[in-house]
């Protein structure tokens, strides 16, 4: 049964703290997606690459947060320094392009204290 | 602009009443359009969607939706809801020409009364 696998599931961190969430995509699928859920502002969508190659980061704070695909397995979503405001879910998703329903993972819940 | 409304944060229906849930959309073209289901603690899953064809599209938990362009809606329907269906609903649309791009309501939660 092929599912997106994200760890970990959950992570309680101390403001100033680096986090690092991973996510393995759907072997084949060639679409990630990165994104933040909270109670305020829904689903948001952080960074969206296409074979490995970032599409668009737009809704990404890029002084504190960095998403990479090292490679076609492995999607990271970096945030360094952490604070509380990054408190959230976050999903990630896969896909492919042509059939390009997403396939969430269970998501990584963060708490930063 | 592209954008996608559900105008209700929250449905409330008995356990064994039909539902529908609502998604406007707005797109230049002819949209593709997804309903995802979001359980407590769970992440999203595919009920269905719509890309072309027959506008009543049927999808998983006994779940369907209808596709009316004239009404730019793809209403989500069930005749009998259960109380395992509370949930929160999303609708999305895949913008073709923005990279394919995942456009989302802000989503419609489903308490079910026994």
């Known amino acids: 049964d092929a599912r997106v696998t994200q760890t970990p599931r959950h992570k309680v961190t101390e403001m100033g703290q680096e986090v690092t969430m991973r996510c393995q995509p759907i072997?084949?699928?060639?679409?990630v997606f990165w994104y933040r859920q909270t109670m305020m502002q829904g689903l948001e969508l952080l960074a969206y690459f296409r074979n490995r190659a970032p599409l668009d980061d737009s809704g990404m704070p890029k002084d504190r947060f960095s998403a990479e695909m090292p490679d076609a397995t492995l999607a990271t979503l970096k945030i360094q320094p952490s604070e509380p405001r990054d408190s959230a879910v976050y999903f990630c998703?896969?896909?492919?392009?042509?059939?390009?329903?997403?396939?969430f993972g269970q998501g990584t819940r963060l708490t930063v204290v | 602009a592209q954008s996608v409304t559900q105008p209700d944060i929250h449905i409330t229906v008995s356990e064994g009443a039909s539902l529908e849930l609502r998604c406007n959309y707005s797109y230049g073209a002819t949209p593709y359009l997804f309903w995802y289901v979001q359980s407590p603690g769970q992440g999203l899953q595919l009920l269905l969607k719509y890309f072309s064809g027959d506008t009543l599209v049927q999808g998983i938990k006994g779940f369907e939706a209808e596709f009316k362009r004239s009404q730019s809606s793809f209403n989500l329907r069930k005749p009998s809801v259960h109380w395992s269906d509370a949930a929160e609903y999303f609708c999305?649309?895949?913008?073709?020409?923005?990279?394919?791009?995942?456009?989302w309501g802000a989503g419609t939660k489903l308490i079910i009364k026994p």
């Open positions: 998703a896969s896909g492919l392009e042509a059939n390009t329903e997403a396939f």
């Open positions: 999305a649309l895949l913008a073709r020409d923005s990279n394919y791009q995942l456009i």
């Open positions: 072997l084949g699928h060639n679409t």
